[in-house]
């Protein structure tokens, strides 16, 4: 079984700084990782997931994740935020077996400062 | 083209009644999902259909009973509604139980 850990609840920065969410996974397996964003009033909208090959994953709106195999880790990160980018962000994981079903984190709370 | 759409958008009802909210999704995925999210943001499965067969029954009360009719379509009914089931519910489909989930833009229930 999987699990999926977000480190922190909420993560304030200020607009155009560097932001890095952080996630931790725990398996015993080979892994899916994915990263969702969450808008106000709105549902999930995948950002980018790690299916396999390289490491260093890019995705919509300028962010990207780094798949960490020995960390357990898929932090994601953007080099300069926007308002915009004020939302919920969830990090999930899943095995490589067609049944088997995403875990989601609880989520980060992004909020910039203008 | 919505890709998932669920209906009401909205819904305000009182303790004890019988709800429906209606989830349908035009991908040609084979797998469905419900899942609460609670005021904390926290999102919890609550179940999972795979080509109208459920595959996914989370520990939820027996209030709460899923429908596939067909593969494009799962919905949701809700008996004896409490307090406690006021929440944000999200339909979601994928391909397979592995791949990216699609969600709808989600169902505001309200209980008072």
């Known amino acids: 079984a999987q699990s999926v850990t977000q480190l922190d609840s909420q993560v304030p920065v200020f607009e155009e700084a560097p932001v890095e969410l952080r996630c931790n996974y725990s398996?015993?397996?080979?892994?899916?990782l994915f990263w969702y964003v969450q808008y106000p009033n709105q549902g999930l909208q995948l950002l980018l997931k790690?299916?396999?090959?390289?490491?260093l994953v890019k995705g919509i709106n300028g962010f990207e994740a780094e798949f960490n195999k020995s960390q357990t880790s898929f932090h994601l990160r953007k080099p300069s935020v926007h308002i915009s980018d004020t939302a919920e962000y969830f990090c999930?994981?899943?095995?490589?077996?067609?049944?088997?079903?995403?875990?989601f984190g609880k989520g980060t709370r992004l909020h910039i400062l203008p | 083209d919505t890709a998932v759409s669920q209906t009401p958008k909205y819904l305000v009802t009182q303790m004890g009644n019988d709800k429906s909210i209606k989830c349908e999704q035009n991908?040609?995925?084979?797998?469905m999902y419900w899942y609460k999210q609670d005021s904390k943001k926290f999102l919890k499965i609550m179940f999972s259909?795979?080509?109208?067969?459920?595959?996914i029954n989370e520990t939820v009360p027996n209030r709460f009973s899923p429908k596939s009719p067909d593969k494009a379509h799962l919905n949701l009914h809700i008996n004896s509604l409490e307090l406690g089931d006021s929440a944000v519910y999200f339909c979601?489909?994928?391909?397979?139980?592995?791949?990216?989930?699609?969600f709808g833009p989600g169902t505001r229930l309200t209980v008072t």
């Open positions: 999930a994981v899943s095995g490589l077996n067609r049944d088997d079903k995403i875990i």
């Open positions: 979601a489909s994928s391909l397979r139980g592995s791949d990216e989930q699609y």
């Open positions: 398996s015993s397996v080979s892994v899916y």
């Open positions: 790690y299916l396999s090959g390289s490491t």
């Open positions: 991908l040609g995925h084979d797998t």
């Open positions: 259909y795979n080509n109208k067969e459920l595959i």
